[in-house]
């Protein structure tokens, strides 16, 4: 138990994924069987960083946790229960834990404004390849557009350490652009970052690796 605690809190461990926002890279929804993700804790040890295309695990900045409740028990007992089992991956970390691809790190600008043909970031469009399409949800033209996959946003130029995150299910996405309001403007401490995804485990249909591309390429 030890060394799966261990392995858990400085390796990696598994994470279920609860809602279709990263649909088609991962699923998840209300009633169905969703995908058990491997996240890499030692990906970004050192000077190494979250890339543009990185899909990530974090932690949700304080502005992003209000309809956050805890599953844990109010019974002390069992409560200190699921706290241990947790510490070995049985069950998930007590914290507004989510997954989302970064689209922009730190001193990049990024917005998808009328007459873009897409996501930009520093007046470059980045690759949307991996993206839900068609589209999950209708886009309102009198906000937003195709290109944009949602409502228009930005220019936001992301704070050093920070990074701008959208999920891949861009029109059923709570991510960066609906947090612009708080004090980072939507965006998440690289401090926050728990991992990078590296692979879906279960169900075995869907085993294999997650992909991260480079998707500044261009």
């Known amino acids: 138990m030890l060394i799966l605690g261990a392995f858990n809190l400085f390796v990696g461990r598994l994470y279920l994924i609860p809602s279709e926002s990263m649909e088609p890279t991962l699923n998840?929804?209300?009633g169905c069987d969703g995908d058990r993700i491997f996240v890499n804790k030692l990906a970004y040890l050192g000077d190494s960083?979250?890339?543009p295309g990185d899909v990530v695990v974090f932690r949700g900045p304080d502005s992003w946790n209000g309809s956050y409740t805890s599953q844990r028990s109010r019974n002390d007992v069992i409560r200190g229960i699921?706290?241990?089992a947790s510490v070995v991956g049985i069950i998930a970390p007590d914290e507004n834990t989510l997954v989302k691809r970064v689209v922009a790190t730190g001193g990049?600008?990024?917005q998808c404004r009328a007459g873009d043909p897409g996501i930009m970031v520093n007046g470059k469009k980045v690759d949307d390849?991996?993206?839900e399409k068609p589209m999950s949800n209708p886009v309102d033209?009198?906000?937003g557009s195709q290109a944009c996959q949602g409502p228009y946003f930005g220019p936001v130029t992301v704070p050093q350490d920070n990074l701008w995150v959208m999920g891949d299910n861009r029109t059923n996405s709570l991510d960066s652009r609906g947090h612009m309001g708080d004090e980072l403007q939507g965006?998440?401490?690289v401090e926050n970052v728990v991992g990078r995804v590296e692979a879906i485990v279960l169900p075995f249909g869907r085993t294999g690796f997650v992909d991260n591309p480079d998707?500044?390429?261009n």
């Open 129 to 131: 390849e991996f993206t």
């Open 28 to 30: 998840g929804c209300a």
């Open 82 to 84: 699921q706290n241990a």
């Open 187 to 189: 965006t998440v401490p």
């Open 49 to 51: 960083s979250p890339h």
């Open 215 to 217: 998707i500044q390429h």
């Open 141 to 143: 033209p009198a906000t």
């Open 108 to 110: 990049q600008t990024v």
